[in-house]
């Protein structure tokens, strides 16, 4: 179990990517803080998580809000005693295009999928600095390297975690922690499936594996990388897209 007893919070955890990454982690031996803005969900996910024989607990936040991510991360050290992982998974998408696009879901979309996944990541630096050791995974896509119309406002958040990742990594290698960002495709998602099925089956013949990633596929990797397996990794930014978009 190359994660056991190891601590780590996971945002958005209530379902999807997020969902699975908890799980996958649990399953690799970690104790796992499931946080999402809908508390119900996080708890279903927490449940899954103590059903696999590790210990879990839920916390509810807006990853947007810097005192609920300030609270998430000081409630675990309090129940917990550290945090070794780090998961920024939560994120939205508001989509419309340029000229439809409205203030307002830019700056929702920038403040949860960008602002969030600073917040998070400064608020357990110092502690992850102080034991000389975390491992943190952003989660962004590949719209942050492609793009994509009508969501301008989803793909410059996503590129905004590419490069605070790489910078953040610079910054924190002297101090034993890796922070490294995961670029998923399409995954089989509830808001995937709401894609009517000749749009979805056109744009699957576009990946060269023929099949869209399950949750398992992206959580696989973001274990790898809050494992000491990945110790010599660091500001990296994996695409885990089935070779779509290469």
């Known amino acids: 179990m190359p994660l056991k007893d190891r601590i780590a919070i996971v945002t958005g955890a209530g379902q999807g990517i997020g969902e699975g990454i908890a799980l996958k982690l649990a399953e690799r031996g970690a104790h796992v803080v499931t946080s999402d803005i809908d508390e119900g ?9 103590e059903a696999a024989g590790r210990r879990a607990l839920v916390v509810k936040a807006d990853v947007s809000e810097r005192s609920q991510v300030l609270h998430l991360v000081e409630f675990t050290l309090a129940e917990l005693g550290r ?3 780090l998961v920024n998974n939560a994120g939205i998408a508001r989509s419309g295009t340029l000229l439809k696009l409205t203030e307002e879901a830019w700056d929702q979309v920038l403040d949860v ?3 969030g996944v600073f917040h998070a990541t400064q608020a ?3 502690y992850m600095i102080e034991a000389r ?12 390297r492609t793009g994509t119309i009508g969501d301008s406002n989803y793909s ?3 590129a905004g975690i590419v490069g605070f990742t790489k910078s953040v990594a610079q910054e924190l290698a002297r101090y034993h922690i890796n922070v490294n960002a ?12 709401g894609i009517p099925d000749k749009y979805l089956k056109a744009m699957i013949e576009e990946i060269p594996l023929r099949r869209v990633a399950t949750p398992e596929d992206i959580a696989n990797v973001v274990a790898f990388l809050a494992s000491d397996e990945s110790s010599y990794i660091t500001g990296a930014a994996i695409e885990v897209t089935g070779g779509w978009r290469m």
């Open 133 to 144: 050791y975390g491992k943190i995974v952003n989660l962004s896509s590949i719209y942050g």
């Open 182 to 193: 995961v670029l998923p495709g399409m995954v089989d998602t509830p808001l995937l499936r």
């Open 124 to 126: 357990v630096a110092p």
């Open 113 to 115: 999928n960008l602002k």
């Open 41 to 49: 969900s996080a708890l279903r996910t927490a449940k899954r998580v």
């Open 156 to 158: 410059a958040s996503k």
């Open 83 to 85: 945090v070794d992982i």
